[in-house]
């Protein structure tokens, strides 16, 4: 009688690229960026802007806390 070895497949670990894995995190922190400049621009607009357009007679820099 002949006997033969017979070995299990090896398990292939999956390939995580790292070119790929690189892109996903410069892509979300460009968002992350964008994201918050707009926050940033839009309350500096809201407080500079948007105060003297709908509210033009308020002399106070407490009227344009408040229109923020």
Same mark, same amino acid.
């Given at each position: 009688? @002949? @006997? ?5 497949? &090896?398990? &292939?670990?999956? #390939?995580?690229?790292?070119?790929? /894995?690189?892109?996903? %995190? ?21 407080? /500079? %802007? ?8 308020? #002399?106070?820099?407490? #009227? ?5």
């Amino acid at each position: 009688m @002949s @006997s033969t070895q017979h070995t299990p497949p &090896q398990r &292939q670990e999956p #390939d995580v690229e790292q070119s790929g /894995l690189k892109k996903v %995190v410069v892509a979300s922190m460009a968002g992350t960026v964008v994201e918050w400049y707009e926050f940033f621009l839009y309350a500096a607009a809201a407080t /500079l %802007v948007f105060a003297t357009v709908f509210f033009p007679s308020a #002399d106070s820099e407490l #009227d344009a806390i408040i229109a923020g």
